[in-house]
């Protein structure tokens, strides 16, 4: 192709090398430093895929020279000039363009710029002020490295799904209510005077229902809205990888999101996973592990010794067994030297706040085992406690005792927190498991009601389907299965409820009387009314996969424009205040309204 330099640019900044030697090119891009060299200045010259260094000589050419000191940090420049390698001694290998540099004949200042609030090399850790500038924050290359990274994958995603006859197909954003457990965004309707779409919390509804429109096979990187307290991996919206099939099992669908898991590795990071991935069941994830994302990666497990106690004269231990409740034990090889007395005041302080009483623990030290309980149990349950934690010198044990779900979730955190004080969480690894065989229900003292542990949507496994009528809904399994990754929940899914009766008696049972399950989802029941095949799905947190990926701490780093923890655009300043003009044309009137929205209300006399 001719070059012609009446255009902006030839090449991008990370291209030129050895090769082009002598060719006159024209670059254009932000000056990311200017260095002044024994009467030569030096720029290096930066755009989106890489950095070139440009060269001033004063005697060659003095107006430009003169015009090139005017030039500063980020101001956005356009170069032609020729190619010549660096003298031997100033190549720089770090960079692809590092032997060479570009001889400077024409500058064009295309736009100055202000001196920045902060610079682009460092870290910074004012992120409010990160966030208030974020289209500077942007040009920083981990943050640009996280969005080309989230390119590449959802680029993977959409050239394996598509491979395997999915269609990607957007649904609603102005749409209805669907209970996701999370407060709906609202949007009032100005065509339907006190009416109000809710901003998706997932397309769940929609993708179900394009299963019953016989798609077939769907899937959307999905933008989700759910109006929640924000935690540090949390943003009021967030992105899915939705993924809804028709006539599958369980199986099929674990089998393609590994798969394309596998893909994204691969063809993003380089690496190669084997498939398939782990599985647990819900209660082997809490027993062994204290959570339903565990972490696996850290290799200790939980350890249920209520058999070794059954006789026990230990107070503590024998009333809890009474009870109906479980012993449990954490066998943290080798941890006793590191973590200590203090240590081990921090792991109690840690079950304390999860409403255990207390925890007792045995330090192991040479043969001795320090502990302010062990006087109570007798020699063979020592004896036995040994055999079945294979406790050996410098070992550290802990219990929980308690009913089955918070003694297992208070070893649980423990061994999270262990694991870091003792800084045995591998940095390396990727450890996926499937999590399976969830409670369909879980029962809410507080409301006093039962609600579903995914969404009313979830199908109850065969076997169980006959306690609905018996009223065993603690007992009753889903299919529905949750991926892990390092202790961190990707996503989840289930196998989907397709008969408008079992979908009422689900409703029913969460306490959704007839008249509101038409109200909000009389389209899904009339739907199940015409042919709906059997249908599941999952979706994945975009967002957090990328962070993983990434190594992003936040998922702030990932996302361009993210809210603070507030949920506050500190860019735009959104959530802003509106005029009372527009306000009124939706038929809403501030029951609260603000100082600023006060001056702006309709004038109590009208003009
Ligand atoms: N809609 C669910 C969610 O957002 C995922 C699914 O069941 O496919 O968590």
Redesign the pocket.
């Known amino acids: 192709m001719k070059k012609s330099f009446q255009q902006y640019r030839t090449h991008l900044c990370h291209e030129l090398g050895l090769k082009d030697v002598g060719q006159k090119v024209s670059l254009c891009g932000w000056v990311q430093s200017k260095r002044d060299h024994g009467g030569l200045l030096f720029v290096d010259l930066r755009d989106r895929e890489g950095v070139t260094q440009v060269v001033f000589h004063p005697d060659k050419d003095p107006v430009l020279f003169a015009s090139a000191k005017q030039i500063k940090d980020e101001f956005v420049i356009k170069v032609v000039g020729v190619v010549v390698e660096r003298p031997a001694g100033t190549k720089n290998a770090a960079i692809p363009t590092g032997e060479i540099e570009l001889e400077a004949e024409n500058l064009e200042i295309l736009n100055p710029s202000l001196p920045l609030p902060f610079n682009l090399d460092e870290s910074i850790e004012n992120e409010e002020l990160r966030l208030s500038f974020r289209f500077l924050d942007l040009r920083r290359k981990k943050l640009l490295n996280s969005l080309k990274l989230r390119h590449q994958v959802t680029y993977v995603v959409r050239e394996y799904l598509t491979s395997k006859g999915f269609l990607e197909i957007e649904t609603p954003i102005l749409s209805k209510s669907t209970p996701?457990g999370a407060r709906d965004f609202l949007v009032p309707s100005r065509l339907s005077p006190g009416k109000f779409y809710a901003l998706p919390?997932?397309?769940?509804q929609y993708?179900q229902l394009l299963m019953v429109a016989g798609i077939d096979k769907y899937f959307q990187i999905a933008r989700?809205f759910r109006d929640e307290d924000l935690r540090s991996d949390r943003q009021p919206e967030f992105t899915?990888i939705?993924?809804?099939a028709s006539f599958v099992v369980v199986d099929d669908i674990l089998q393609w999101v590994e798969e394309m898991i596998q893909q994204i590795f691969s063809k993003v990071l380089g690496i190669e996973l084997s498939l398939p991935f782990a599985r647990i069941t819900y209660k082997q994830a809490l027993d062994l592990y204290g959570s339903d994302k565990p972490d696996l990666r850290i290799a200790w497990q939980i350890q249920d010794v209520g058999e070794v106690f059954e006789n026990t004269e230990f107070k503590i231990f024998r009333e809890v067994l009474a009870r109906g409740g479980v012993i449990k034990a954490l066998n943290a090889k080798q941890a006793s030297p590191v973590v200590g007395p203090t240590g081990i005041a921090e792991l109690e302080e840690l079950a304390k706040s999860m409403g255990a009483k207390g925890l007792a623990y045995i330090r192991i030290e040479d043969k001795e085992w320090k502990s302010p309980i062990v006087k109570f149990f007798s020699m063979e349950e020592r004896k036995k406690l040994e055999n079945v934690l294979g406790i050996e010198p410098a070992d550290l044990i802990l219990f929980s005792a308690g009913p089955w779900d918070q003694a297992c979730q208070v070893l649980g955190k423990v061994r999270l927190q262990l694991a870091e004080m003792t800084r045995s969480v591998p940095s390396n690894e990727w450890k996926f498991v499937w999590v399976t065989d969830f409670p369909l229900f879980e029962y809410s003292p507080l409301e006093q009601k039962w609600n579903s542990v995914?969404?009313p949507?979830?199908r109850p496994c065969q076997e169980d389907i006959g306690k609905l009528d018996s009223g065993r809904y603690d007992e009753i399994r889903a299919l529905?299965y949750d991926i892990v990754l390092n202790g961190v929940e990707l996503?989840?899914?289930?196998i989907r409820i397709h008969e408008k009766e079992l979908q009422e008696k689900i409703f029913s049972i969460l306490g959704i009387d007839k008249e509101r399950q038409k109200l909000l989802f009389g389209h899904l029941l009339k739907a199940f009314q015409y042919g709906a095949p059997p249908h599941g799905?999952?979706?994945l947190g975009l967002d957090r996969f990328v962070m993983l990926l990434s190594g992003a701490e936040t998922i702030r780093d990932v996302i361009a424009f993210p809210k603070n923890r507030h949920g506050v655009d500190l860019l735009t300043q959104s959530p802003s205040e509106v005029d009372f003009q527009q306000l009124k044309e939706l038929h809403i009137k501030l029951a609260f309204p603000s100082l600023d929205s006060r001056l702006r209300q309709e004038p109590e006399i009208e003009p």
């Open positions: 996701e919390q997932a397309p769940q993708k989700c899915q939705d993924i809804e995914h969404h949507f979830t529905a996503g989840g899914g289930s799905g999952i979706a």
